[in-house]
């Protein structure tokens, strides 16, 4: 199983902190986590991209200001998260900062959702790893439920 994250570039730092607390989610859980840092110079970018998402169970959305003023976002990246999502991949918001995104709730109403979404913006929080931390709970909650899934024990992380 993959996980997609999709974030603007201009939320780099935030991506890297979110990514960090993702990481022992994806071990207990079992699932790989695609970023665009996984391309490699001369790679056909758009392509590998697009593989990424079409490949990806998961897709987690990084959603900021960047994030909604980016054209490649915005024309690449949701239109093909949304058909994943109708096929039955799992889509989870992460708010970073407080920002217009009722209007793309389409795309996010495949994850099952309460009719009125309340987000608390991640940098609005005390400590902004607390803010990670519980988006990163919510996310295994949501994957265990979706997927049927139980966390791997620590004795079956490390195979012979």
């Known amino acids: 199983m993959q ?3 999709s974030y ?5 730092e935030e991506f890297e902190r979110f990514n960090a607390c993702l990481r022992p989610v994806a071990r207990a859980l079992n699932f790989e ?4 840092r996984r391309l490699s110079p001369g790679d056909y970018w758009n392509e590998r991209i697009a593989s990424a998402i079409g490949n990806s169970d998961i897709h987690v959305l990084l959603m900021s200001i960047g994030f909604f003023n980016s054209d490649y976002i915005y024309d690449h990246e949701l239109p093909a998260i949304a058909a994943r999502c109708r096929s039955g991949a799992l889509t989870t918001p992460v708010l970073v900062e407080r920002c217009y995104w009722s209007a793309f709730v389409g795309v996010l109403m495949a ?3 309460t009719e009125r979404v309340r987000l608390l913006p991640v940098k609005e929080w005390r400590r902004i790893d607390t803010g990670y931390t519980t988006a990163c709970e919510q996310i295994a909650s949501a994957i265990k439920d979706h997927f ?3 966390p791997l ?3 079956d992380w490390r195979r012979p």
């Open 153 to 155: 024990t620590p004795f």
């Open 111 to 113: 994850t099952p959702m």
């Open 33 to 36: 986590v695609w970023a665009d």
């Open 3 to 5: 996980a997609f994250i």
């Open 148 to 150: 049927k899934r139980s």
């Open 8 to 12: 603007a570039h201009d939320d780099y």
